[in-house]
């Protein structure tokens, strides 16, 4: 008779599903990239606990988050507010794009095939 394994030698730990604060903060960022929460929006954290169905304490520790990440601004005695970008972020955020595309069109025009650069022409023109 072949002997069998122990069930308990087959099993392996789970992993955890991310922190409560992760899928909190995954949830913001979502809705702040998206516009859904516009630039300046206050967010409350009881309101956004009661929403949410959990305590104050993730929310708070996922505005930590969203604050390192710039995308919120922690403001003492009046909350957490959506990042409200200012001229200069916005002048560096379009400088660096600029820099960007041009750098990419740069070697996309090294790299181009006869083939590529034909294709390229072809949907040009529609």
């Known amino acids: 008779m072949t002997a069998q394994p122990r069930p308990s030698a087959l099993v392996q730990p789970l992993d955890e599903m991310p922190p409560l604060r992760h899928r909190i903060h995954a ?41 390192r990440d710039g995308l919120i601004d922690l403001r003492p005695r ?20 600029r820099a960007l595309e041009t750098e990419s069109a740069r070697l996309a025009a090294r790299r181009i095939t006869v083939e590529g650069a034909k294709e390229l022409r072809s949907v040009v023109e529609r």
């Open 78 to 97: 009046q909350g957490a507010f959506v990042h409200l970008p200012t001229l200069k972020e916005i002048e560096d955020f379009f400088d660096i794009r």
């Open 27 to 67: 949830q913001l960022e979502r809705l702040i990239t998206s516009g859904s929460l516009a630039p300046g929006t206050r967010l409350v954290e009881s309101d956004l606990a009661q929403t949410l169905g959990v305590s104050r304490g993730p929310i708070r520790e996922a505005l930590q988050l969203l604050q």
